[in-house]
């Protein structure tokens, strides 16, 4: 069991910029979830899947936001043109069943 | 809307007293809790977990107890050894939700020597 890994962990943007993280699942695991975290604040759930298939998005930011996981092991998520707002914490956790292990997080800085 | 509420940001104890952290929610679909802990600079570390079936669970020095008609729930850390000083995560979810959890705002523990 090597964890949930994500990079990069840290990425610094422009505003306007297209940003894309990466999520790579503990191996058994056929289901992932993307989770946002602000300053004071607990994380924030954005969208899930069971293996491929996205089960949940209607909790994505806005359409700027979306992720994919086409082979049902490794995600991505895509900010696209960002903004200062989006300037946080993205989670990624995984799990077989409950509970969720989470990866280290990306901290993205919006300039 | 905030459906799992910590309304203590932060709890300062000493060390070998026992720490109690509360959590609130409000939707009654929710059927498993949960409490993470995290530190700087990592993501949340599951600690402890109680179904909606049971009103107990123990693990360790770390007891968590369910009141379903109150929708309260609450962390019981005894004893509190200076490592324990992180935040912590209340947690709740939903079958129906794919278990995706929703996070209350945290209580900082601060255990002191």
């Known amino acids: 069991d090597t964890g949930v890994s994500q990079d990069p962990r840290h990425k610094i943007t422009k505003r306007g910029q297209n940003v894309t993280f990466r999520c790579d699942p503990i191996s058994e695991h056929n289901r992932l979830y993307w989770y946002r975290q602000t300053l004071g604040q607990g994380p924030e759930f954005l969208t899930y899947f069971q293996n491929e298939a996205q089960l949940e998005k209607s909790r994505l930011l806005s359409d700027r936001f979306s992720a994919e996981r086409p082979k049902g092991s490794f995600s991505t998520l895509e900010i696209q043109r960002t903004e200062q707002g989006d300037s946080a914490m993205y989670l990624c956790a995984s799990s077989s069943d409950s509970p969720l292990h989470f990866g280290n997080g990306t901290r993205l800085t919006v300039t | 809307d905030q459906q799992v509420k910590q309304n203590s940001p932060s709890l300062s104890v000493q060390e070998g007293r026992i720490s109690i952290l509360n959590c609130d929610y409000t939707?009654?679909?929710?059927?498993?809790f949960l409490w993470y802990k995290k530190y700087p600079a990592e993501g949340p570390t599951f600690l402890i977990s109680i179904s909606s079936i049971k009103d107990k669970n123990e693990d360790g020095r770390f007891t968590v107890f369910l009141n379903k008609s109150a929708k309260h729930l609450s962390l019981h850390i005894v004893p509190s050894q200076p490592g324990d000083s992180a935040v912590y995560f209340c947690a709740a979810s939903a079958f129906q939700s794919g278990y995706a959890l929703n996070f209350g705002k945290g209580t900082s523990l601060l255990v002191t020597p």
């Open positions: 939707n009654s679909m929710f059927d498993y």
